[in-house]
């Protein structure tokens, strides 16, 4: 239940020529506490509930917990959720044993655009795309739970 993530900013859009799925993204916080994170989101025709713990030092690796509840339950604790939402579109992008996860974001984060890929170790090493930008690991304010608060747009 340990997550293991790097994230980057991205240098253009070439990413969504080389996607092989992408889906609607929409959530909610309960707890944006750094300690745990409480998210509620619908993902496509997924609702899901996610605690998260905090990040170790690097920001690379911290505890999850997920499980997924119904459409319903999860538009019924959106509503009960801390100001700000996130509304954002998720492509996959495959590449050597790795996928890439973009997101591009809407509503107050409009412009922006985060790439992360899940490894098994802080260390591991993975391919490069030429879209990849400067690495953004541990950077708090580019949090989903983070953004919520303080937008991209009021940067």
């Known amino acids: 239940m340990i997550e293991i993530e790097r994230?980057?900013?991205?240098?253009?859009?070439?990413?969504?020529?080389?996607?092989?799925?992408s889906i609607r993204i929409v959530q909610g916080f309960l707890n944006t506490d750094p300690?745990?994170?409480?998210?509620?989101?619908?993902?496509?025709?997924q609702g899901f509930i996610t605690v998260k713990g905090k990040g170790n030092a690097t920001g690379a690796s911290r505890f999850e917990w997920e499980k997924e509840i119904?459409?319903?339950?999860?538009?019924?604790?959106?509503?009960?959720?801390?100001?700000?939402?996130?509304?954002?579109?998720?492509?996959?992008i495959p590449l050597g044993n790795h996928t890439?996860?973009?997101?591009?974001?809407?509503?107050?984060?409009?412009?922006?655009?985060v790439a992360e890929i899940e490894l098994n170790d802080e260390n591991e090493?993975?391919?490069?795309?030429n879209w990849l930008g400067k690495e953004i690991t541990g950077e708090s304010k580019y949090y989903n739970s983070q953004l919520s608060k303080k937008p991209y747009l009021s940067w």
């Open 100 to 113: 890439f996860e973009v997101d591009e974001f809407f509503g107050e984060n409009t412009g922006l655009f």
């Open 35 to 45: 300690e745990r994170t409480v998210r509620i989101r619908i993902k496509g025709e």
């Open 70 to 92: 119904s459409i319903p339950e999860a538009e019924q604790l959106l509503s009960l959720c801390e100001k700000g939402s996130i509304e954002k579109v998720r492509y996959e």
């Open 7 to 21: 994230k980057f900013l991205i240098t253009s859009e070439e990413f969504k020529n080389e996607a092989k799925k």
């Open 125 to 129: 090493s993975f391919l490069k795309p």
